[in-house]
């Protein structure tokens, strides 16, 4: 099965929040990150954990190229187009590994200054990453992670894309859409009209369209069926290309959609409460990390991440 991250880095994000932090991480994170580069030396090493897109080496960039950027994901992962354009001529090029487990970590031991991460970390199995953060930092290294909260917003938001995601009315939808193509496929688009099945699955298509699109209230809106409506209506834009358009343009519909809901409830189930983050912390400290600093940290709508700083 496709790993449901990679679906999302194929797009392009520089950040796990797509369109809001297009442009790299902003505000409290990016506040965050850059106190910590401006801490660093320059030719110091420091590894990005569940890095998506390599999504701190923007701010990387702009603040303090003189740092060696690794980033390790599980998923496929690619420098972001923004970060692309900074990265020529470099003294030290960023390096990503893709498709590679926090839990082996592929570097030698002593070796890294500093291991960050902005919601990544908690996606592994944590007492075995930790055992290789521990193993990879150098003595006196340090950790400095943003960690899912259960009540954060971002988790609120997450629930809700949960919620919102309409199983049975996605696979009717998309069955009507295979079922177009089909009728275009055998008796060519002049043949819609006259195909009662055609004609039907359009009518399942406009009233879903009706039903979720022309819902423009913000407390009753469902946005994920908005966005699943607004990009299944591409379709009709490829009747008259060719039949392996269509098809693959549903196979992807599927895919992206299927992808969409597990990456929000992995988000949800890996949210860490107060017990959760002690016994994190617990961790640490058997894994030879002490743990400076843990708290919560919010942003201009509230609550947003645990926020904890550790040394080896
Ligand atoms: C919420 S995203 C965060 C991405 C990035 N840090 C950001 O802030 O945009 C979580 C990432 O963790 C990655 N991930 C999940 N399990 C992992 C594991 N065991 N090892 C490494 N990365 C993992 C996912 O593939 C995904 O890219």
């Known amino acids: 099965m496709e790993n449901h991250w990679s679906e999302f880095w194929k797009q392009g994000h520089a950040t796990t929040f797509g369109p809001y932090y297009k442009e790299g991480y902003r505000g409290v994170i990016g506040d965050w990150w850059e106190v910590l580069l401006a801490q660093m030396q320059p030719g110091e090493s420091v590894l990005d954990l569940g890095c998506g897109n390599a999504a701190l080496l923007v701010n990387l960039l702009e603040k303090n190229n003189q740092i060696r950027y690794l980033g390790l994901d599980l998923a496929e992962v690619r420098i972001s187009p923004v970060a692309e354009e900074q990265i020529k001529n470099l003294e030290y090029p960023p390096q990503l590994f893709s498709n590679c487990p926090a839990e082996k970590i592929p570097l030698e031991e002593a070796s890294i200054d500093a291991v960050v991460s ?58 009507a859409l295979q079922t177009i193509h089909q009728v275009i496929v055998s008796e060519g688009v002049k043949g819609l009209k006259a195909s009662a099945v055609a004609e039907n699955s359009r009518s399942l298509v406009n009233s879903l369209a009706s039903k979720y699109l022309n819902d423009t209230d913000l407390q009753t809106a469902n946005g994920t069926m908005f966005e699943f409506l607004s990009h299944a209506l ?69 609550l947003l991440a645990w926020q904890l700083a550790g040394k080896k």
């Open 118 to 175: 902005v919601f990544g970390i908690e996606y592994s199995q944590c007492e075995l990453t930790l055992g290789e953060v521990s193993r990879v930092l150098k003595n006196e290294g340090r950790l400095n992670l943003l960690v899912h909260h259960r009540e954060s917003n971002v988790t609120r938001m997450s629930k809700k894309a949960v919620d919102e995601y309409q199983e049975e009315e996605i696979e009717s939808l998309l069955k």
């Open 234 to 302: 591409q379709f009709f834009k490829l009747i008259r290309k060719t039949e392996q358009d269509r098809a693959d343009f549903i196979t992807n519909l599927r895919v992206e959609f299927h992808a969409y809901k597990g990456r929000f409830q992995e988000m949800v189930s890996v949210a860490k409460d107060e017990s959760g983050i002690h016994e994190f912390q617990g961790l640490c400290k058997q894994a030879g990390i002490e743990v400076l600093e843990c708290k919560e940290i919010y942003d201009e709508k509230g």
